[in-house]
């Protein structure tokens, strides 16, 4: 197929991804006698519970096509864990399940209307699908971990991700507030990517990860926040591709 002229591919608008530009270094370190130690994936190791294997062994015979709400079993299920594990006080309407948490990050700027002329807002050091997301739908991408350098500029989108893959980095409850009220001011979305909120270290209760929906960071009100989710790492589930957006109601009935 001849590409109209002046047409660019999509290729040539997305960075290289990191398992590219990191070929040259993993081939010297495979060089090395004791072999590659290799943590450029979060893949998981330990073996899917064997719960998860009886349901999905009982739920085999479906021939029929799923509901893409999910069922009301599910979305209440997931308000009912995000209330117990994280203080979260969330409707079933405020939940979508997703086929996976990176085609959902992948897509979300188009799902969103997003396009040429707006701007998102993804940290320095970062997931690089946030990226590819927003270069996907024609966005402008600016990495930035201080929103004030930002300047006059009003972005249309801007990204968390606490705990950070791939720093660690635990953003305090007053920081994420701060983050909430400064989108809300802009008219900006704020989407956090929450996939390893449990897997912090702190010892301390006030040390560990906080939900943005939670009321101390989003006053009681998901008002312009969304906060995603995925089972693959906490669960050892990254094969079976599942995961949820949890927040805003009239967002996620947009995204529906």
């Known amino acids: 197929m001849t590409r109209p002229a002046g047409r660019r591919s999509v290729s040539a608008r997305l960075p290289d991804f990191p398992w590219d530009r990191l070929s040259s270094a993993r081939a010297r370190a495979e060089q090395h006698p004791a072999g590659l130690v290799d943590l450029s994936m979060g893949t998981p190791v330990d073996p899917t519970p064997q719960v998860v294997r009886a349901a999905l062994a ?21 308000a009912d864990w995000l209330r117990r594990r994280f203080e979260v006080a969330l409707s079933p309407d405020g939940v ?14 188009v799902h969103l209307g997003l396009g040429q002329g707006d701007v998102v807002v993804v940290p ?22 201080s929103l004030t350098a930002l300047g006059p500029r009003r972005p249309d989108l801007v990204w968390v991700n606490s705990p950070s893959n791939p720093t660690g ?23 956090s990517d929450e996939c390893y909120l449990e897997l912090g270290w702190a010892e301390s209760d006030a040390d560990k990860p906080v939900s943005v929906l939670h009321p101390d ?6 008002n312009g926040v969304l906060a995603l989710h995925s089972l ?13 957006v949890a927040g805003d109601g009239s967002v996620v009935a947009e995204l529906l």
Not at 96 to 109: D, Q
Not at 177 to 187: I, L, P, Q
Not at 217 to 222: D, N, Q
């Open 232 to 244: 693959s790492k906490r669960s050892s589930m990254a094969g079976y591709r599942v995961g949820f």
């Open 169 to 191: 980095r635990v953003l305090p409850a007053e920081h994420l507030a701060k983050t909430v009220a400064w989108s809300r001011e802009r008219g900006a979305l704020l989407v």
């Open 217 to 222: 960071v989003c006053g009681g009100t998901h």
């Open 58 to 78: 009982a739920g085999a015979d479906a021939p029929g096509y799923p509901q893409t709400v999910g069922t009301a079993e599910l979305r209440q299920a997931v």
């Open 96 to 109: 979508l399940p997703s086929i996976g948490l990176k085609e959902l990050v992948g897509s979300l700027a």
């Open 124 to 145: 320095e050091l970062a997931y690089p699908t946030y990226e590819v997301g927003a270069r996907l739908a024609g966005c402008e991408v600016v990495a930035a971990d």
